[in-house]
């Protein structure tokens, strides 16, 4: 099956040459809309483990986490390269002196790269200053993942995020000063999004030079404020078709050279009230695939740039 976008894996192939992977790393901290500093409670709708179900115990250390996922990732998916993958909650909000502990645990000779997820508002000068001399000393390429989720600021209030799209689009500005890669996180199934703001997400993450995108479908966790909402039916659920329609749209005005890490996310059936519709992740991505195919979409096909060059070539 031809991938009508541009894949993950065909960048580190393009990038790295061979087979990478991620290898998870869960730290014990929190995000500053939980502990008040934004607001509290958290997202609706993440879970008390800060969106990591696979990873290993937070009291291990990063150096054991790091040796005993190449362990077993290597071994299943036979590779040799890997990068390490900072997932939970907010994993820029600690101290300086914290930050740099963790990332000089990632100088290894099989780790290629660092991917970080955080928040906007948690990304400071201080510690992208500290990762570009890491990077430029130790050759180790840097990744942040910043979620956005939507466009819609009345979406992310509702999200109870805690920060805005100026925020957003503050941090990307500043990461792009450091020239680091940016993954931006979205959410393509909000019931309080329509497809102008699909296409309004996708469009001003062409305009802050996002390098990678990771789109989620929207799960009902099991004990979160969304779980409850879901239960009183204050939020009824998109329907498949919908977030297959979404997902397509999304793609086709994202520029062309982004690539994308996943079409839509998973999380254990037993801790979920709603997830993907009882349908398997990857059922769901197989039928994006051969929706695009079928109707000759490819990746970027409405994004300015793409339509630009076509003109010009007229």
């Given at each position: 099956?031809?991938?009508?976008?541009?894949?993950?894996?065909?960048?580190?192939?393009?990038?790295?040459?061979?087979?990478?992977?991620?290898?998870?790393?869960?730290?014990?901290?929190?995000?500053?809309?939980?502990d008040g500093a934004a607001c509290f409670g958290g997202c609706i709708f993440c879970s008390e483990s800060g969106g990591s179900f696979e990873n290993l115990p937070s009291f291990m250390?990063?150096?054991?986490?790091?040796?005993?996922?190449?362990?077993?990732?290597?071994?299943?998916?036979?590779?040799?390269?890997?990068?390490?993958?900072?997932?939970?909650?907010?994993?820029?909000?600690?101290?300086?002196?914290?930050?740099?502990?963790?990332?000089?645990?990632?100088?290894?000779?099989?780790?290629?790269?660092?991917?970080?997820?955080?928040?906007?508002?948690?990304?400071?000068?201080?510690?992208?200053?500290?990762?570009?001399?890491?990077?430029?000393?130790?050759?180790?390429?840097?990744?942040?993942?910043?979620?956005?989720?939507?466009?819609?600021?009345?979406?992310?209030?509702?999200?109870?995020?805690?920060?805005?799209?100026?925020?957003?689009?503050?941090?990307?500005?500043?990461?792009?000063?450091?020239?680091?890669?940016?993954?931006?996180?979205?959410?393509?199934?909000?019931?309080?999004?329509?497809?102008?703001?699909?296409?309004?997400?996708?469009?001003?993450?062409?305009?802050?030079?996002?390098?990678?995108?990771?789109?989620?479908?929207?799960?009902?966790?099991?004990?979160?404020?969304?779980?409850?909402?879901?239960?009183?039916?204050?939020?009824?659920?998109?329907?498949?078709?919908?977030?297959?329609?979404?997902?397509?749209?999304?793609?086709?005005?994202?520029?062309?050279?982004?690539?994308?890490?996943?079409l839509v996310g998973r999380a254990p059936k037993e801790e979920t009230d709603f997830c993907n519709w009882n349908t398997s992740w990857w059922l769901i991505r197989d039928e994006i695939?051969?929706?695009?195919?079928?109707?000759?979409?490819?990746?970027?096909?409405?994004?300015?740039?793409?339509?630009?060059?076509?003109?010009?070539?007229?």
């Open positions: 099956m031809n991938n009508p976008y541009y894949t993950i894996s065909d960048y580190y192939k393009k990038t790295y040459g061979e087979k990478v992977y991620k290898l998870p790393v869960k730290l014990s901290l929190t995000c500053p809309n939980r250390t990063v150096d054991d986490q790091l040796n005993k996922n190449r362990e077993y990732i290597g071994k299943k998916y036979k590779a040799k390269k890997f990068i390490a993958y900072f997932q939970n909650f907010t994993n820029t909000y600690m101290s300086l002196s914290e930050f740099k502990e963790i990332i000089r645990a990632c100088d290894k000779d099989y780790i290629l790269a660092v991917s970080i997820s955080t928040r906007s508002d948690s990304i400071t000068e201080d510690k992208l200053i500290f990762l570009k001399q890491w990077s430029e000393i130790t050759g180790k390429d840097i990744v942040i993942e910043v979620g956005l989720q939507t466009a819609n600021y009345k979406t992310l209030e509702l999200l109870n995020r805690g920060e805005d799209l100026a925020d957003f689009i503050e941090a990307c500005n500043l990461i792009n000063k450091y020239g680091f890669r940016i993954c931006a996180h979205v959410i393509l199934s909000l019931p309080w999004d329509d497809i102008k703001d699909i296409r309004q997400t996708a469009r001003i993450l062409n305009v802050l030079n996002i390098k990678e995108v990771k789109v989620h479908s929207l799960f009902v966790i099991k004990g979160t404020k969304l779980s409850k909402m879901y239960k009183n039916g204050e939020v009824k659920m998109p329907s498949k078709e919908t977030y297959e329609r979404n997902v397509i749209e999304f793609l086709r005005y994202i520029k062309p050279d982004v690539a994308v890490q996943r695939i051969e929706i695009m195919n079928s109707c000759g979409y490819t990746q970027g096909d409405k994004s300015h740039k793409v339509i630009y060059d076509k003109i010009k070539g007229e």
